[in-house]
């Protein structure tokens, strides 16, 4: 029988404050992680799809992520969600960590979240205002050893590419940015609509793959019971 897309998906999103969905300076959070829910709910025709959201405004890869990963993905309670969706690197760099620390960082928490089975999307870090060019440096390197990773279930996704900051104009700038490192609340919900488009495509992938391989294993069968 062929595979097909799944009806049902339990999904951590792992982060700091632009996970937490920060803006309007703390007095409001508006996580993407509501916008994917429901944009996943509507590509796959289904009302079972579970989103959590651990973001901690302030928190570095280098801070409290390894202790906060552990926490959610206990490896002898097995696989607890389907998809964790990782972001972090912004408040490393701002506080002039290393991109080759942080990227090591960055992959212990990946391992941790892959061996409880679950899928992986890492989100690199998204463009600011006022940077330097030795900060644009710093993070074009960060996100990509972010893009060169290769994994089993590790997926990358380049979030900077599509929700740019300086070559946009003002009223659309002024409609998706906060304040040059946040974003508003509409923001945010292009941030959960570009990631759900994404992992749609990816769960289309998986499917696809399993659907051929299991259409391998059916001629081979055939033709071991006609040599029979």
Not at 188 to 193: A, E, F, Q, S
């Amino acid at each position: 029988m062929n595979s097909t897309l799944p009806k049902s998906l339990r999904i951590l999103c792992f982060g700091d404050s632009l996970t937490a969905g920060y803006t309007s300076h703390g007095y409001e959070h508006h996580p993407y992680a509501d916008h994917l829910r429901v944009g996943l709910e509507h590509m796959l025709s289904s009302s079972s799809i579970e989103v959590e959201v651990a973001g901690l405004s302030g928190d570095q890869v280098q801070g409290q992520y390894l202790q906060r990963i552990k926490a959610k993905c206990p490896t002898e309670k097995g696989r607890l969600y389907d998809w964790i969706i990782i972001m972090g690197g912004t408040n490393d760099l701002g506080w002039g960590q290393r991109p080759e620390d942080i990227y090591e960082g960055l992959k212990k928490v990946w391992d941790i979240a892959l061996n409880t089975g679950a899928n992986i999307m890492a989100l690199n870090v998204l463009e600011a205002a006022g940077l330097s060019p030795r900060m644009i440096e710093k993070k074009n390197m960060l996100n990509a050893m972010i893009k060169d990773h290769q994994q089993d279930r590790f997926y990358n996704f380049d979030l900077y590419s599509k929700i740019p900051y300086a070559t946009l104009d003002e009223a659309a700038r002024a409609r998706l940015w906060d304040d040059g490192l946040h974003l508003t609340g509409e923001g945010y919900k292009m941030m959960g609509n570009v990631i759900a488009v994404r992992l749609f495509e990816i769960l289309q992938e998986q499917t696809n793959a399993k659907n051929v391989a299991s259409t391998k294993e059916d001629i081979q069968g055939e033709n071991t019971n006609l040599r029979r």
